[in-house]
């Protein structure tokens, strides 16, 4: 399929804007909130000044000034959190038409929140006792208090503020604990860079290699730093059940594979269980896998699902309770869907579905790859540049 157009050619010239974009990690491993920033950043460079303050940078982009953040308190990550708010605030207090922050912090014209607000979690559906204890923990809790403190300035109501949120589901968790916000948020999604017709045959076999998967069976792909949370612990009961053909590739930070090793060896699948660790482009296990499966418990979007259905991949995702980008979705058209991502036997059962029946696995790449069209990084970073010229 053809590239999209340069963001630069999708829109005409306008105002070089000097932005400041804040995050605390910049690299491509970090995870879906990382890639999100650095997509929009490589799109918005092509336009205007960028310049992005981080503690842990691994990125190079023409057009783009680096400005590593240090990081005197890595631990405890609470201390961290409140001197990298502190630092870029004086760093970027002058000079910049836009201050553009991924972190949890009290400056910044525009805040993209990427994951569930820290009050929604502790407060939310609590009542009586269970609410008048929950409020003592964090009374008695440094760490929490500076969470809630630094998300409660981050939301303050603010004159040209913008909270730009990763999905329609996020939005409605913010109006249940910030109501206040309405008027500021808008929903920008995490986007892809293209799509691709599905890897076959030799290209398949020899992104395998590059892998040190197997080069024959079928192999389900797993993708996700917080391996509990993104549900692998149902995705290797189901695999119990799979064909003996079947193995799991399981891309993700790799300090967490110990936690597992134990676990998949006592399930039997120490040979059909293959941990690669985090890789600096998905793309490879993309184009090495026959599907994936996201069982996750909670996702504001999940751009992984969206990066395999650009790939040509069939997804098996949990429902929009877990996981903004379902809402988004059809049952069985461009995705099978889960009502409960803990159903490990229908989670098995829709795994099967996808790699037993060559119909519905058409199907689902077909419109997979029609869907992920509407979500291309060039226009959505139109999108990002329209909230820079109104806040500027």
Avoid at 257 to 268: A, I, T
Wanted: glycine share 6%; net charge positive; proline share 5%.
């Amino acid at each position: 399929m053809a590239a999209p157009s340069r963001f630069s050619d999708l829109h005409g010239p306008g105002k070089r804007l000097r932005v400041a974009v804040l995050n605390r990690i910049f690299k491509p491993t970090g995870g879906g909130a990382e890639r999100y920033s650095i997509a929009l950043v490589e799109q918005l460079a092509q336009r205007h000044e960028i310049h992005v303050f981080a503690q842990d940078i691994d990125h190079q982009c023409p057009g783009v000034t680096y400005h590593r953040v240090p990081a005197p308190f890595v631990r405890p990550r609470w201390i961290n959190q409140l001197w990298f708010a502190f630092a870029t605030w004086w760093l970027t207090r002058n000079g910049f038409d836009v201050v553009h922050s991924h972190e949890n912090t009290w400056h910044g014209q525009v805040q993209t929140v990427h994951v569930v607000p820290i009050k929604y979690s502790l407060l939310q559906g609590r009542s009586g006792l269970a609410l008048a204890i929950r409020f003592l923990k964090i009374f008695t809790s440094p760490r929490l208090l500076a969470y809630l403190v630094l998300e409660s300035l981050r939301y303050a109501p603010k004159a040209g503020r913008c909270i730009a949120l990763a999905s329609q589901s996020l939005r409605a968790t913010m109006l249940e604990v910030y109501p206040h916000t309405a008027a500021s948020m808008v929903v920008v999604t995490p986007g892809i860079a293209n799509v691709f017709l599905p890897a076959e045959g030799q290209e398949k076999v020899q992104a395998r290699t590059q892998l040190g998967l197997p080069t024959s069976g079928r192999c389900v792909l797993f993708v996700g730093n917080d391996y509990r949370k993104k549900g692998l612990p149902a995705l290797l009961i189901a695999m119990r059940t799979l064909p003996a053909d079947c193995y799991l590739a399981v891309v993700g930070n790799a300090a967490q594979k110990v936690r597992f090793q134990n676990e998949v060896r006592d399930m039997g699948l120490a040979d059909r269980v293959y941990f690669l660790g985090a890789l600096k482009s998905v793309d490879l296990a993309y184009r090495a896998a026959d599907c994936l499966a996201h069982p996750t418990l909670e996702d504001t979007f999940a751009m992984v699902v969206l990066e395999a259905l650009a790939h040509g991949l069939p997804v098996v995702v949990s429902g929009g309770r877990f996981c903004g980008i379902a809402d988004l979705l059809a049952h069985e058209s461009n995705a099978l869907i889960l009502a409960d991502p803990l159903d490990s036997s229908a989670l098995a059962q829709s795994l099967k579905r996808v790699l037993d029946d060559p119909v519905l696995r058409v199907g689902l790449q077909v419109n997979g790859l029609q869907f992920a069209q509407r979500y291309l990084w060039s226009e959505i970073a139109v999108a990002q540049e329209r909230i820079y010229n109104s806040v500027a």
